[in-house]
């Protein structure tokens, strides 16, 4: 990728990223705001319950693929080596479909039902187990589909079956719905959520195989099945992990508290995500920029294009934050109802946790792309283990507050174990530089 190739898409890519992300942002608040106005609370926390259980069990299927692909498409692409990276995407989906298949056979079969009895979930969630089952397959399919089309560096089509598409088939067949039914049940919804979820699978599988069509350039270097096993198995329990200690509140309070407590905390999650809604446009576009100057062994250019990032995405996180501590109740009313208004202070929290995580940059990304995988599983494990553990404790002895507390510090510690094992592996810092903001300002000279 040569200087204006680059400028390019990061440009290009930046915009498209900047435009999916802000509609898959707030678009996602909408969706979730009108759904909690035509189900009752109980029904939008186990609604909140069964995405976070569902998304946990995509995990299988898609053992680290997506994650990988960020890193193994771009560089068999930039090595010139199209036949690997079409290669590769054969394999992965094969991978999937297999894993894909064992999940069901464990979730029908009665192993669902003691998973949610050994965890202490809700008990309605064994009625929907068939409806969790498929929705976590094609959760799989869309990280994998999004993680494609970003290695081939079209932002656009990886913005759109990310997350576009799905939830505008969902908003549109909600809206339908409300014409012939009075009363809206849960798995009314479900079956929503799986029609839009298969309306994205085929769309996303057309659009792939118009890509790959043309003939690639041909090479011997394929990876083996074993090759991809070995890069994947760190990758995996990094997912897994990384699950566990950014979201294993909502079934800690799913065990500790009942439904109407995880609608507060979904919905303050659901909300809070608006304060990483910068970071998330950067990490969008940034993954292949690292490859590539960890590969050229430019760490000084990196360093400047990561903190440079993290200092922009800073900003406006802040002003997010300070609105959410002054109106953050008006905020959640409005968004969701008055019922949910009690859920600010789990809000403000977790804006806080966001905030650290922005203000320390794309630091996890400079471990994955560089090739750290073992040391982000390490970081994964202590996290993970560590978080659950705090989050049941402070859970305990401070109710669903202590939760939220839990989560936040968590995800600090995590962060900034992730920011030094970048400064020491791969030589860079990727956090907030009042040096960065000044330039960024034109008040450099006034510093120095």
Request: net charge positive.
């Amino acid at each position: 990728m040569k200087d204006n190739s680059l400028r390019s898409y990061l440009l290009i890519g930046g915009l498209w990223a900047s435009a999916g992300k802000v509609f898959t942002i707030f678009f996602g608040i909408i969706l979730s705001g009108f759904l909690a106005r035509i189900i009752s609370p109980e029904n939008m926390g186990l609604y909140f319950l069964s995405f976070n259980f569902a998304t946990f069990l995509s995990l299988l299927p898609r053992f680290g693929i997506d994650i990988a692909f960020l890193r193994l498409i771009p560089e068999a692409v930039e090595s010139d080596m199209g036949g690997n990276a079409k290669s590769l995407i054969i394999k992965g989906f094969f991978i999937i479909s297999i894993f894909s298949g064992i999940l069901i056979i464990i979730l029908n079969f009665g192993l669902g039902s003691k998973i949610v009895n050994y965890f202490s979930l809700s008990p309605r969630l064994i009625s929907i187990i068939g409806f969790i089952s498929v929705w976590a397959i094609l959760i799989a399919f869309q990280f994998v589909f999004e993680s494609i089309f970003r290695g081939f560096r079209d932002i656009r089509l990886s913005i759109l079956f990310g997350d576009v598409i799905w939830r505008i088939t969902l908003f549109l067949y909600l809206i339908i719905i409300q014409w012939y039914f009075q009363k809206i049940t849960l798995k009314i919804v479900l079956w929503g959520v799986m029609f839009a979820g298969f309306v994205n699978l085929i769309l996303a599988l057309s659009y792939l195989a118009k890509k790959v069509k043309t003939p690639l350039k041909p090479t011997k270097d394929h990876l083996s099945y074993q090759d991809i096993f070995l890069h994947l198995w760190p990758i995996m329990v990094y997912s897994i992990l990384t699950f566990i200690y950014s979201n294993s509140a909502v079934w800690v309070v799913a065990s500790l508290f009942g439904e109407r407590d995880i609608a507060l905390f979904g919905a303050a999650m659901k909300l809070v995500l608006l304060s990483t809604l910068f970071l998330s446009i950067i990490n969008s576009v940034i993954p292949q920029i690292i490859a590539k100057f960890n590969v050229l062994k430019q760490k000084h250019r990196l360093e400047h294009i990561l903190r440079s990032s993290a200092t922009l995405a800073t900003i406006p996180t802040f002003i997010i934050l300070a609105i959410f501590i002054f109106q953050g109740s008006n905020v959640l009313g409005f968004t969701f109802g008055e019922f949910y208004k009690d859920a600010t202070t789990i809000l403000i929290i977790l804006s806080i946790g966001h905030l650290i995580s922005v203000f320390l940059g794309s630091c996890g990304f400079a471990l994955l792309m560089s090739g750290n995988q073992k040391t982000i599983m390490s970081i994964s494990i202590f996290s993970g283990i560590s978080g659950l553990a705090l989050g049941i404790l402070l859970g305990i002895t401070f109710g669903i507050i202590g939760v939220a507390w839990a989560t936040t510090i968590t995800k600090a510690i995590n962060k900034l174990l992730m920011l030094f094992f970048a400064r020491s592996k791969v030589g860079v810092w990727t956090h907030f530089s009042a040096k960065h903001l000044s330039q960024a300002l034109g008040v450099k000279k006034i510093l120095n």
